[in-house]
């Protein structure tokens, strides 16, 4: 069962402009959600995170929006950047949990 | 700072060889784990450490074992390997369990023959 769903495998978008990456999830008790990001060859980096009790968390470029009604974020990237290419996974948790629940990882590709 | 670091970086195994694979973090961190990672299957808990002295299974625990040898070092051994245990295997740590952000390290690449 797939708590945590990705359900767009990769995504193209055009320097400077926005990139939107998609995460939803079905578990209730998920109260916290993690943006990581990864490039070939290395580990994943966390960028951004969101506890439940806000909808919207910015950090720079970086902004992760949270529907809780929906089960639904989303890590808005503006404006993309050709660093930004790299593979971008979503995960979710639950306060006294022992781990992440990480999406399958959407690939973004920044075009020039 | 080196954050967590893992060796070896890759590894060929034959079926049934065994293997440790090492990991340590120097942020201080209470909670280590082990994840791998499969094509389209994003990252799965093998087994976790919440604090020095202890461990548990993850999601996918069979056929491997782990040590949390102090504060700093937690390993992973497979006993036996299995071509099915061929995937690239991360460690990762973090202050505490629960919410909190996870510190990954830059993976072991293995592939069982």
């Known amino acids: 069962d797939q708590q945590v769903k990705q359900n767009s495998p990769s995504l193209s978008v055009q320097e400077g402009r926005i990139s939107i990456l998609n995460c939803d999830y079905t578990n209730s008790m998920f109260d916290y959600f993690l943006w990581y990001k990864k490039y070939p060859a290395e580990g994943p980096t966390f960028l951004i995170s969101i506890s439940s009790i806000k909808d919207k968390n910015e950090d720079g470029r970086f902004t992760v929006f949270l529907n809780k009604s929906a089960k639904h974020l989303s890590l808005h990237i503006v404006p993309s950047q050709p660093g930004d290419s790299a593979v971008y996974f979503c995960a979710a948790s639950w306060k006294g949990a022992q781990k992440l629940v990480f999406g399958q990882g959407t690939r973004l590709t920044i075009n020039p | 700072n080196a954050g967590v670091t893992q060796t070896p970086k890759f590894q060929v195994l034959k079926t049934g060889q065994s293997m440790t694979l090492q990991c340590a973090q120097d942020?201080?961190?209470?909670?280590m784990y082990w994840y791998r990672q499969d094509p389209g299957m994003g990252l799965r808990l093998i087994y976790y450490s919440a604090s020095e002295g202890t461990t548990d299974k993850g999601e996918v625990p069979n056929g491997y074992n782990v040590s949390r040898l102090n504060k700093r070092e937690f390993s992973l051994r497979l006993e036996s390997a299995a071509p099915s245990q061929t995937s690239v295997y991360f460690c990762a740590s973090s202050r505490t369990l629960g919410n909190q952000p996870q510190h990954f390290g830059d993976g072991t690449r293995l592939s069982i023959l």
């Open positions: 942020m201080n961190h209470n909670s």
